[in-house]
Nanobody, 118 residues
């Protein structure tokens, strides 16, 4: 299993960011892709998941309206886009394969840092 994510990206408040997650080493459509973030000094925060089979998404309520997950089965790549960024969105953004029942594939993506600062 390998999940390779795009690099760190600095953003201004109010902007958007899109992070990619390229999956290999397993059948992309056999597992959900979960998105999890970790702000500096904080715990892990689950953002939601996407089913690559049909694009069905589930978003954590906190992010409803600001986050979009997509998945491209032709390139086995998933994406998270977060809009209207605030300083509180400064975090590392991880992707992980998931069975939807609390078990994740290992390893996760490397979790690029997204600093949000004027």
């Amino acid at each position: 299993v390998q999940l390779v994510q795009s690099g760190a990206e600095l953003r201004n408040p109010g902007a958007s960011v899109k992070v990619s997650c390229k999956a290999s080493g397993y059948t992309f459509t056999s597992y959900y892709i979960d998105w999890v973030r970790q702000a500096p000094g904080q715990g892990l925060e689950w953002m939601g998941r996407i089913d690559p089979v049909d694009g069905h998404t589930k978003y954590a309520q906190k992010f409803q309206g600001r986050v979009t997950f997509t998945a491209d089965t032709s390139t086995t790549t998933a994406y998270v886009e977060l809009s209207s960024l605030r300083s509180e969105d400064t975090a590392k953004y991880y992707c992980a394969g998931s069975d939807g029942f609390g078990t994740s594939l290992n390893p996760w993506g490397q979790g690029p840092q997204v600093p949000v600062s004027p």
